[in-house]
Every structure is written in C-alpha cells, then in structure tokens.
C-alpha cells in the first residue's frame, strides 16, 4: 500500500521548488524545470512594459555581480537591468578577454568574488567549464551567461519563451537552428531545451562547421540549407564565429552567404508563417540578410531581447529563494 501523502507540497505551482543551486546550463534540467523557468518569466513581460516604475523589490539587499571574463553587450546590459528592476545592487566586473590566465587565476577570482559576499553571480567566460569551476567555489548560486562552445542557459530560455509566445507551445515544432552550430553554445544550450521540450530539431550547417556524431542530441543534422529549412516552423541563425576560428573552416564570408545566408527567397522555403531568430549580434549580409532581420512580421530578434530580461529576472528570483527564505525554499 502507497504511504499516504504527509509532506505538504512545498508552494504555489504545485510542484517542487526548483531543485537546483545553480543555473550553469540546460543539461540536467528536466522538462517541468524548463517549463517552470518560462511559466515564471512570463509575470515580468508586463512589468517591464509598464512605462514607469518597472520595479519590484524582492531582491533588495542583495548584491548581484555580473563577472564578464569576455565581451558582450545585450546578456551583460540584460542581466543588469534584471537585477535593477528586481531592486539587488548589482556590480559589474568586465573583465576584457584576453590575458587573464585560466586555473589558479580564476580560482582566485571566485574565492575573491566569494569574500566579497555576493549573493548571485553571473558568469561569462571564454573556457568552457569555467562557470562551473566558480560555482562549485562560491557560497552563493551562480548563473552561466556563456562559457566558451559550452552553454548558454538564459539564451535557451528565453528563446525557448519567444517561440512559445509566437507559436503558442513549442512541441511538434519544426525548428531549424542553421549556420556555426560547431562554435555555438546558443546552438548546444537550444538543442538541449528543445528537444527536451518536445521540438523536432534539425541543425543545418557546413561540414566544416557541423559537430562530429550531433545527431546523438536527438536533432537531424542537414548540410544542405534548402532542404532543412523545408517547412520549418522555425529559423535560428546562428553568428559565424570567427573568433573562435583557428584557420580556414570557411572559404569566405561571401561564399558562406551564397549557401548558408539566409535571403528572402531561402525563407520561402520555410513554413508560410516561419519566424526568424538570431541571438545577435548578427553579421548582417553574411549569415542573414537585412531584409529579412527587419521584417516585422518574420523576424522575432527584438523579441528575443526583450525575453531575455524577464527570463534572467525569473532565473535571478527562483535561484535566490532560499536564501531570502520564501516559504518552501529554505
Ligand atoms: C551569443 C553568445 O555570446 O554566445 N550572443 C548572445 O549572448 N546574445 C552568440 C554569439 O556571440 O554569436
């Protein structure tokens, strides 16, 4: 016979609390984690829409710092406003790629960043596993804003809740993330969530560009553009990543363009009411064309942006529960 049920389920949703300190990628998670994450971002689209007072103060009096090891512009602005409209005191330590040496350095960062008491940091870094290291150093949760060719959670998130917002649910969708899936931690954090979502994933890229044994992540990977765009629900560009090139993976930007360039007419291609996705910054006329990044009636980029500051607010609320003590948390 089945005990009957003696613990009190812990809060309002009717699930457990999400189970997890920190948030350093979407392996792991489980499908009502995910969806929990989004169901969550979704009461911050409003407020962020108010046109005054944008606020909200449940993190007031805790420190936020966003250590950005390696440049960026919309997740590092992102994760700030977040913490902002959530009332933390946010600090931000931009820390210019380059040579800040791996292994002993960054340890020390951590304990640093630890001794200071922050109580929520967030996290890029150019090595993959970096995050990661930091996490398993520090007190408090951290939160991966992109390590390397790794993982990066909140771009998953919040594109996942972009197409759940255009589409209205994300199973059964034809999804084509296409372009530099081989340098891309968009890429592999997208697959991740997902297919765990229930999408069905093709990845279209060069041979050159393609990661060896990818269709173990359940997705089907194509080389051919027009055959995997074929009545796609869904289009995510991916930036060629040339920094993360050592040598000739392609022959030229204008070559790429000729065969993996997204034009208007290779989006015909797709469903009639496909949406298209970049997680930015593009590199307009090589991987996208400019036509088709500004069709209001295709293109979600702006979208995305906006998802992605009621996502990292919804990731910097859940992670910090049990630490301002809300019910069921501790
Ligand atoms: C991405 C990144 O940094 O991984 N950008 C982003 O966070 N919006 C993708 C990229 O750099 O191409």
Redesign the pocket.
Known sequence: MLEPQTRPIPHGHGVHPFPHRHLTGIFGLQPWEITFLLDEAEQWIALNRASAAKHDNRLAGLTLINAFF?N????LLSFEIAGKRLGADVVNMAVAQSSVSKGETLIDTAVTLNAMRADVIVI?HDASGAVQLIADKVDCPVLN??DGRHE?PT?ALLDALTIRRRKGQIAGLKIAICG?VLH???ARSNILALTALAADVRVIAPPTLMPAAIERMGVTPFTDFDAGLDGADVVMM??L?RERMAGGFVPSPREYHALYGLTPERLARAAPDAIVMH???MNRGVEIDSVVADDVKRSAITEQVEM?VAVRMACLDVLTRAQRGVEGWA
Do not use: F, I, N, Y
């Not at 960026?72 to 997740?75: G, L």
């Open positions: 390696e960026s512009t919309r997740t890029r804003a992109g990066h771009q530099d891309s931690r968009v991916l930036r990543q997680p930015g910054p992605g």
